[in-house]
C-alpha cells in the first residue's frame, strides 16, 4: 500500500510539489455552467475537504479528476501527468479508452450509494479489479483482499453479500476496494450522506485511519466534524466556485465570507 | 437476517418466552374453488378416455414409434443448437449496440431491424434454397484468383440451413431482450467498475452481464420454449426429420390425425416441463447475492482465519440492510 511509516508528516512539508493540480477547470451540462474556473491543489499525503451546498459542483469537480465527467475547459494534473488528455504542441488530444483506464488505476473511488457489485462477495468485490486488471494471482489477491478487510474491520464478513451487510459495512468495503488497487490518491463522494446515522462513525473511523496512514484524499463530505478533525485543507463552493479555502479549524472558526459563514451556520 | 428463520425452526423451549400461535384467517371459498377444478378436470378426463375417436390405443403404438422418438430428438437439436447460436449473437449484438464506436451501434441495429422484421419462414425458405442462388462457396483474393471452393450444397445441408434460420432470426429478438437486461443495471455498477480502471468491455462481461442475466433469463426462456414449437416451420428448408413434420407424416399414413396430434403434444410438453427444471437452476445461479442470499455459500474458512488473528468484531450495525 501507500502506507509510510510516520503519520502526517505531510502536513509540515509546504515545499513538496502537489500530487493534484486543478487549474481553471470549467465544466458545463448543455448550457448549465456547473464549474465556473476552479482553482485548487493537494500535496502528497493531504487530506482536502470540500464542503458546500447541493449543486455547488463538488461531485462533480471529483467526478472531473477521476474522468467519469470531461472537463470544458482548464487542466487536471495528477502526478503530473494530464488527467483526460494528451497535449501536443499546446492542442489536447482526447486519450484512448486504453489510456484512462490506465489513469483511472492510480486513482481510488468512493461513492455516495457504495456500488458494490451485488452478485459477488465481500472478498470478491474487493479482489475483482487487481485480479482482473492488474492480472494478480487470485491466492495474492485474497490474501491482500483479506489485510484491507481487515484493515476496515471486516475480515468476519468476507464471504457474505452486500446484500447481508449494513449500509456501513457496505461502505467500508467499497474503501477496501478501491484501496486494493493501491491508488495514490482516494476520492471520496460523500461517503457517508447514505447511512444512518450510527452507522457514520465506523466509516469515518476508517478514513481517519486511512488519512493518519499517508494516504492522499479529496473528500466532498457534509461532515463538519470530519473536516475539523481530520483535514489539512477545508474548500468551500458555492455555484460552481471556490469561495473560501484553507486551514479548516480557521474556517470553520472563523469563516470570512458571508456565504460561507451562511453555510456554516446551517450545517453546524 | 436469518433472525426470523431461526424463531420458526428452532422456538426455544423453557426461556419462558410465549410464541405467539396465532389461528389463521380461514378460506372456505378456496376449497369450494378446488372442489369445481377437479370436477372439471375430472370430466374432462373422463370424456377423453371415453371417446373412442381419441383412438388412444394408436396414441400408445406410436408414443414411442422409432420415427417419433427420433423427431423428438431432432426437434431438441434444433432447438438446442439454434437457442445456442441466438444468444452468443445476441450478447454481441447487445454489447455493440451500447458501444461507444458508431460502427457497431449501427451494425447492430441493421441486424436486428432485418432478421426482425423478415417472416422466420421466409428466411428459413431462402436458407433451403441458397444452394441455387449460390452454387459455390468460394475462398480467394477479391475481384483476383480463387484459393478454395465447396458446394454450397453440402456445407449447408437442410440441418445447417435450418438451424442457421431459426438460429439468426432468432438472435434479433434477443438481442432486444439482452439489451433491456444489460440496461437495467444501475449505471452505478458500470461507474464503480470503471473507476476500477477495468476497461468497458470488461465490465459488460463480468459485472454488468451477470446482473443483468436476472433481468433476461425469464424471458429467454420464454423464447426457447416459444422457439421449441418454431422449429416445426423447418419444413420450409425443406427439413423433415423433426416432430411436427413426423408426426404428421404419420398421421396421413394412417388417416387418423388426432392420436397423433396428441403424441406430439405430450412430446412438446415433455420437453417444455424439461426446459423449465433447468431454467429453475440457471435463475438460482443468476440471483446469488440479490434473490436467494439465505442460499448463498456462506464459506467458514475466511472466517475461521479471521478469527485467529481478532476477536470477532462486536455485532454491530448486522441486523439492519440484510434480507
Not at chain 1, 72 to 94: M, P, Q, T
Not at chain 2, 214 to 230: A, D, F, Q
Request: hydrophobic share 45%; charged share 15%.
Amino acid at each position: 500500500m501507500t502506507e509510510t511509516t510516520s503519520p502526517n508528516t505531510s502536513r509540515t512539508l509546504t515545499d513538496v510539489k502537489p500530487l493534484v493540480e486543478i487549474q481553471g477547470v470549467h465544466k458545463f451540462f448543455g448550457e448549465h455552467h456547473v464549474l465556473q474556473g476552479i482553482d485548487m491543489t493537494v500535496k502528497p499525503g493531504e487530506v482536502s475537504v470540500i464542503i458546500g451546498p447541493s449543486g455547488s459542483g463538488k461531485s462533480t469537480l471529483l467526478r472531473c479528476i477521476n474522468l467519469l465527467e470531461t472537463i470544458s475547459a482548464g487542466r487536471i494534473y495528477v502526478h503530473n501527468d494530464l488527467i483526460g488528455f494528451r497535449e501536443v504542441d499546446g492542442k489536447l488530444h482526447d486519450l484512448t479508452t486504453k489510456q484512462i483506464a490506465a489513469q483511472r488505476r492510480e486513482i481510488g473511488m468512493v461513492f455516495q450509494r457504495f456500488n458494490l457489485f451485488p452478485h459477488k462477495t465481500a472478498l470478491q468485490n474487493v479482489i475483482e479489479a487487481p485480479t482482473q486488471v492488474k492480472h494478480q494471482s487470485k491466492s495474492a489477491a485474497k490474501l491482500k483482499a483479506l489485510e484491507l478487510l481487515e484493515m476496515v474491520g471486516l475480515s468476519d464478513r468476507a464471504n457474505f453479500y452486500p446484500s447481508q451487510l449494513s449500509g456501513g459495512q457496505q461502505q467500508r468495503v467499497a474503501i477496501a476496494r478501491a484501496l486494493a488497487m493501491e491508488p495514490e490518491l482516494m476520492l471520496f463522494d460523500e461517503p457517508t450522506s447514505a447511512l444512518d446515522p450510527e452507522l457514520v462513525g465506523d466509516v469515518l473511523e476508517v478514513m481517519k485511519k486511512l488519512a493518519a496512514s499517508g494516504m492522499t484524499m479529496i473528500v466532498v463530505t457534509h461532515e463538519i466534524g470530519f473536516a475539523r478533525e481530520v483535514g489539512d485543507t477545508l474548500t468551500f463552493m458555492d455555484a460552481g466556485v471556490v469561495v473560501e479555502s484553507g486551514n479548516p479549524r480557521d474556517i470553520i472558526a472563523n469563516p470570512q465570507h458571508h456565504r460561507t459563514q451562511e453555510f456554516l451556520s446551517r450545517v453546524l | 437476517m436469518s433472525r426470523a428463520f431461526e424463531r420458526r425452526s428452532t422456538p426455544r423451549s423453557g426461556s419462558g418466552l410465549e410464541l405467539i400461535d396465532a389461528v389463521p384467517v380461514r378460506h372456505p371459498w378456496r376449497w369450494v374453488g378446488a372442489a369445481l377444478i377437479l370436477l372439471i378436470v375430472a370430466l374432462a378426463a373422463q370424456s377423453m378416455v371415453t371417446n373412442p375417436k381419441f383412438y388412444w390405443k394408436t396414441f400408445q403404438t406410436y408414443l414411442f414409434d422409432v420415427l417419433v422418438i427420433q423427431g423428438v430428438g431432432w426437434t431438441l437439436i434444433l432447438t438446442v443448437t439454434s437457442m445456442i447460436i441466438a444468444i452468443v449473437l445476441a450478447i454481441l449484438l447487445a454489447f455493440m449496440r451500447q458501444s461507444d464506436n458508431p460502427l457497431f451501434r449501427y451494425v447492430s441495429w441493421v441486424w436486428v431491424w432485418f432478421f426482425r422484421g423478415t417472416p422466420v419462414y421466409t428466411q428459413l425458405l431462402f436458407w433451403g434454397s441458397i444452394g441455387a442462388l449460390y452454387p459455390k462457396i468460394i475462398v480467394g483474393v477479391p475481384f483476383g484468383p480463387e484459393l478454395l471452393s465447396w458446394d454450397t450444397a453440402t456445407v449447408i445441408n437442410a440441418t445447417v440451413a435450418a438451424i442457421v434460420g431459426l438460429g439468426l432470426n432468432e438472435s434479433a429478438y434477443l438481442a432486444e431482450i439482452f439489451r433491456a437486461g444489460l440496461k437495467s443495471v444501475d449505471n452505478g455498477q458500470m461507474e464503480a467498475a470503471e473507476a476500477l480502471g477495468m476497461r468497458r468491455g470488461k465490465v459488460m462481461w463480468r459485472i454488468i452481464l451477470p446482473q443483468a442475466m436476472r433481468v433476461i433469463i425469464p424471458p429467454t426462456g420464454n423464447e426457447t420454449i416459444g422457439m421449441l414449437k418454431t422449429t416445426s416451420l423447418v419444413l420450409a428448408v425443406p427439413f423433415t426429420l423433426d416432430l411436427t413434420f413426423v408426426t404428421n407424416a404419420l398421421a396421413s399414413r394412417t388417416f387418423l390425425p388426432i392420436p397423433l396430434l396428441m403424441v406430439a403434444a405430450f412430446w412438446y410438453l415433455v420437453i417444455t416441463s424439461v426446459l423449465m427444471v433447468g431454467q429453475f437452476y440457471i435463475e438460482r445461479h443468476f440471483g446469488k447475492g440479490v434473490d436467494n442470499v439465505t442460499m448463498a455459500p456462506v464459506k467458514a474458512t475466511a472466517v475461521v482465519a479471521a478469527a485467529h488473528t481478532k476477536p470477532p468484531a462486536q455485532a454491530d450495525g448486522t441486523t439492519e440492510g440484510g434480507k
